[in-house]
């Protein structure tokens, strides 16, 4: 089984190359100019065992936030096109991970329905290595909107910025992987009595 996409996108404002490997172990390059995102999407495809090739040109002399949330529909639309029908997966995935102080939670529902719920206690507003902590937000909500994915995100304890967000990132890779991992008691069905995602 093949699950792999690519996509593209090209604006005024970014110009993005992803491609997307379900089935890996976290290899790829992740350049898009903002140097904390990078480490975010090492971990993401890391921790969330997909091989992620991401190359990113943004306007960010204005900030981050084309780059980061364009770069999020982007890759939530070759998780999509990756995915396919959704058959044979697991579907749903949640992952609870500490980061020291910090602590935060993620749950997906490959469902189809594009939904995204982000809670951050106390996540302190500052800019981290280029990432102003909003961009988590966006990140999120942005791959859940093009991935028709529901996705919880739950940052629940923690002082350091950096750590709660890295936290979050780990816990969404962590649930991910869970969601999209082929289920060998499904029988190449789709996981949904509807019979469709």
């Not at 490997?21 to 495809?45: I, K, P, Q, Y």
């Not at 091989?51 to 900030?63: M, P, W």
């Not at 507003?125 to 995100?153: D, K, P, Q, W, Y």
Request: glycine share 10%.
């Amino acid at each position: 089984m093949n699950r792999t996409a690519t996509a593209t996108h090209a604006t005024a404002e970014t110009e993005i190359d992803v491609s997307v490997a379900l089935d890996g172990t976290g290899a790829g390059e992740r350049r898009t100019g903002v140097g904390f995102f990078d480490h975010m999407l090492d971990s993401l495809a890391r921790h969330g065992r997909l091989d992620l090739d991401v190359e990113a040109r943004g306007d960010l002399e204005t900030g981050a936030h084309h780059t980061v949330e364009d770069t999020g529909l982007l890759l939530g639309r070759a998780l999509d096109e990756a995915l396919a029908d959704r058959a044979g997966v697991v579907r749903f995935g949640d992952a609870t991970v500490p980061m020291d102080e910090a602590r935060a939670s993620a749950a997906i529902d490959l469902s189809g329905r594009p939904l995204c719920l982000f809670e951050a206690r106390g996540l302190p507003a500052m800019t981290i290595g280029g990432f102003e902590t909003e961009l988590c937000e966006e990140f999120m909500r942005a791959v859940a909107s093009t991935a028709r994915m529901t996705l919880h995100v739950r940052i629940e304890a923690g002082r350091s910025a950096h750590h709660m967000i890295e936290a979050a990132f780990k816990a969404f890779a962590r649930a991910l992987r869970a969601a999209v991992a082929i289920d060998p008691d499904a029988g190449g069905g789709v996981p949904s009595t509807k019979g469709v995602l």
